[in-house]
């Protein structure tokens, strides 16, 4: 059996330079594109309204759109949530590189090549590195998965979306994000 070289962030560093137009993460020392479809950009693109309608109103963090992050002691992963929010106590924006902290909220939109598996290993990562809350979404069940330390809900299309202690009175119907 062959044994795949794993990557350590410094190496994935330089393979993003080489590729400058394509989206990668690193996880567990595989380098993996990203290849999200329209349906999966929706989603994404619903949830991040709503995050910045309500940060608008409620100016306590950031939301964004396919941020790296990375902590200084891992050096076979350089994680990018389709989406993640930010508390402002986690200071300026990095202009550079990986966050070199994990994000208070990461949300990910399951793409049709990434199995369920897959989806509560990432979740399974961000919460045991100090992610407060993941949501998981799955387009083809018109589910969402909600994860902390603690808990875990799964929501249907007839349920209410909400940000718990770390977006206080956030709320979204969950028919809203799959209303393509």
Known sequence: MAVQHAYTTKEFEDFLVEHPDQLFELIDGEIVKKMPTQLHAFIIAVLTAALMNYLRQNPI??????????????????????????????????????????????????????SDKLMADKAAY?????????????????????????????????????????????????REIFAE
């Open 61 to 114: 963090g950031r939301a964004l759109v396919e941020a790296r992050y990375g902590l200084p002691d891992d050096k076979l992963n350089d994680r990018i949530p389709d989406l993640s929010f930010i508390t402002n106590e986690k200071g300026a924006l990095v202009r550079k590189g990986a966050a070199f902290y994990m994000p208070d909220l990461a949300v990910e939109v399951q793409s049709p090549d990434q």
């Open 126 to 174: 961000y919460l045991a590195h100090g992610t407060r809350m993941v949501w998981l979404v799955y387009p083809e069940q018109r589910i969402i998965e909600v994860l902390t330390p603690n808990d875990r809900q799964l929501l249907n299309e007839n349920m209410t979306l909400s940000g718990g202690d770390i977006l206080p009175n956030f709320t979204l119907p969950v």
